[in-house]
């Protein structure tokens, strides 16, 4: 709880309490009360502004004000800061990072992270998803989809259940380094969307992939 000397003392902190207070719903399942987490982000951010703008003058405060604006923003600048950390432990690993919106997909190719017609991750690949894992485990306010995808080569029951097997195997290796599993969901789509042709075997090599998406918790 938040102190009441230490909110008249701080308008920051006065803010931060009238906002939660006014944006705070109760959970018709438990009666218990919750605060939006996208309004605890812009909260937290206001606060963190406030302060440091007390602190500062002249063209420091602008600077800081500028800055603030980011934090200020809610789930977009949550989903800024994860995809910044996540570009720079990825760099020169083949995964790729792409942003949809406050939607970050990682691509991890099949031939990077499994050994031909296998879903055990390669030895080689796992300090990868340690990287990745470690970035996961500090944004804690994210839900995880692990999709595995094949080329349309083969029986298709095979493929589906192979991209299955890949993408539990991924799921599994993070929560393996601390994800929580609730925040994971698995699927396997086989050979069902395609990113590339596969009448070329480049095409083919591209489809042959596992996603992750991350997306931001919203209540």
């Known amino acids: 709880?938040?102190?009441?000397?230490?909110?008249?003392?701080?308008?920051?902190?006065?803010l931060l309490a009238?906002?939660?207070?006014?944006?705070?719903?109760?959970?018709?399942?438990?009666?218990e009360q919750r605060t939006s987490r996208?309004?605890?982000?812009?909260?937290?951010?206001?606060?963190?502004?406030g302060l440091i703008g007390a602190g500062e003058s002249g063209q420091r405060a602008r600077n800081a004000a500028a800055g603030c604006g980011a934090i200020g923003a809610g789930v977009g600048a949550y989903m800024d800061a994860q995809e910044r950390e996540l570009r720079e432990e990825l760099a020169g690993t083949g995964v790729q990072v792409q942003r949809v919106g406050d939607e970050l997909q990682?691509?991890?190719?099949?031939?990077?992270?499994?050994?031909?017609?296998?879903?055990?991750?390669?030895?080689?690949?796992?300090?990868?998803?340690?990287?990745?894992a470690r970035v996961l485990y500090k944004f804690t306010d994210t839900r995880l989809q692990v999709t595995g995808h094949t080329d349309s080569t083969g029986a298709r029951d095979y493929n589906f259940n192979l991209s299955d097997r890949r993408a539990t195997s991924v799921a599994n290796y993070l929560a393996s380094q601390g994800i929580d599993q609730n925040r994971l969901i698995v699927q396997g789509m086989g050979p069902d969307q395609p990113i590339a042709s596969n009448d070329s075997a480049t095409g083919r090599a591209q489809n042959r992939r596992v996603e992750l998406s991350i997306v931001a918790l919203q209540s």
């Open 38 to 49: 996208a309004v605890q982000y812009g909260a937290i951010g206001a606060v963190v502004c």
């Open 1 to 14: 709880m938040i102190n009441k000397i230490a909110l008249r003392k701080s308008p920051a902190l006065l």
């Open 106 to 132: 990682l691509i991890m190719p099949g031939n990077v992270t499994f050994p031909t017609d296998a879903y055990t991750v390669r030895n080689e690949f796992m300090p990868v998803l340690d990287s990745v």
């Open 18 to 31: 009238l906002t939660l207070a006014s944006c705070t719903t109760i959970d018709p399942y438990t009666g």
